[in-house]
């Protein structure tokens, strides 16, 4: 038997939850599509975002170490990704919300980070103005992806374009933009991908950081981590090969069943029974309990402390940074050596020839920008 679209959807609107957003019930795209034969439109969503370049180049954007300074298991930002599809889909799942929606929130949440590291970030956003990798990462989904013949962009879905326009975490502040859905609070499938993300970066950096020795694993015991603690308890009859990865497990898994449990007491207490509770809802719904945020925050405050601050870090921020600052500076006095279809793009005028400029660094791989200065700044390099 072979699926189709309204069989699919009808397949959702019988099993999820009454508070999950439905396929069929999608406010459409910015531009009208006919529907798609064989999947939802969330599915259609994420394939589309899987074949785009961008997301592509995240194989090549660093997570914690830029590209080519640590090993070839090293987390970026395209695992990093696919872990939090991992994760966010596994908590839909549980919650009984829409996985493919989810999905497709957490394989694009981080399309819009530029080369290097968050470091480099700051540093766009002080050579032009209100530069945010949320922003970003949807001026490329809406206009940057030339794809089709009818419209720029990958014209996904309102609900999509909404997630990604209110995701948050700690180190992700929303941008203010309230262009989709404005006034309401997000979906709960928006929400899980935020959790998904928190729990994704902490843990598997924790997991890469002990893997290259930046500390030992005697540091993480001796700093007093309740969590860590746990997760010891857990692999102590585990043989020391896999003892590591395991707690690294462990914690996830720990946390994946507080924001559950939390989750769970949150639409209870708030008595959430339709879509229409969720977004009017002030509260955050998919959430850490307070005793696990205050754990997770000191898992945290050891990894900045420990991690993000270590010298060979802030030195290869440095460098990355000296990278960026770099090639905007020369390819704004000389705009005559970027390529042709950005210098056509500036020809057009529809945006400041710094934010053009800025847009295509953004979109840069770690090695495309290392190279690229190499070629422009170094004398024995031949361009």
């Not at 975490?169 to 929303?174: I, L, P």
């Not at 933009?177 to 309401?184: L, N, R, S, V, Y």
């Not at 860590?228 to 003892?243: A, C, I, L, P």
């Not at 405050?301 to 770099?326: P, Q």
Request: net charge negative.
């Amino acid at each position: 038997m072979i699926r189709t679209r309204e069989m699919l959807e009808e397949y959702e609107a019988k099993f999820l939850a009454p508070y999950a957003v439905l396929s069929r019930e999608s406010v459409g795209r910015e531009h009208p599509e006919p529907l798609p034969r064989y999947r939802t439109n969330f599915q259609r969503d994420w394939n589309r975002i899987a074949h785009t370049a961008a997301f592509r180049r995240l194989k090549f954007k660093t997570q914690v170490f830029p590209f080519g300074q640590a090993d070839d298991a090293s987390r970026d930002r395209l695992t990093h990704s696919l872990e939090t599809v991992q994760i966010a889909t596994t908590i839909a799942r549980s919650l009984g919300i829409n996985e493919d929606l989810t999905h497709c929130i957490a394989m694009a949440h981080d399309i819009g980070h530029p080369p290097l590291g968050h470091a480099v970030e700051a540093v766009l956003r002080n050579l032009v103005e209100h530069f945010d990798h949320n922003v970003h990462g949807l001026k490329i989904l809406r206009y940057l992806e030339k794809r089709y013949e009818d419209f720029d962009g990958l014209n996904l879905s309102i609900e999509v374009l909404e997630g990604l326009q209110k995701h948050e975490t700690v180190y992700d502040s929303r941008s203010g933009a309230d262009e989709f859905f404005p006034g309401k609070s997000p979906t709960l499938e928006a929400q899980v991908v935020n959790a998904a993300d928190a729990i994704a970066f902490r843990t598997h950096d924790l997991e890469d950081a002990l893997r290259l020795h930046v500390f030992r694993l005697e540091e993480v015991d001796e700093a007093g981590l309740e969590l860590w603690r746990r997760t010891g308890e857990r692999v102590e009859k585990m043989s020391q090969r896999v003892r590591a990865v395991q707690r690294t497990r462990a914690l996830i898994d720990m946390m994946i069943t507080d924001v559950l449990q939390e989750t769970q007491r949150r639409l209870e207490r708030n008595s959430i029974e339709t879509l229409a509770d969720v977004r009017e809802c002030e509260e955050p719904l998919v959430a850490f309990s307070a005793e696990m945020h205050e754990h997770a925050a000191a898992l945290g405050e050891f990894l900045m402390e420990n991690f993000y601050n270590n010298f060979r870090i802030v030195r290869m921020i440095n460098k990355g940074k000296r990278i960026i600052e770099d090639l905007f500076h020369v390819y704004n006095d000389h705009p005559e050596i970027l390529p042709p279809g950005v210098r056509a793009e500036i020809a057009r005028g529809k945006e400041p020839q710094a934010r053009v400029i800025a847009d295509y660094i953004a979109g840069m791989s770690d090695r495309f920008a290392i190279d690229e200065h190499r070629k422009i700044f170094s004398i024995e390099h031949r361009a």
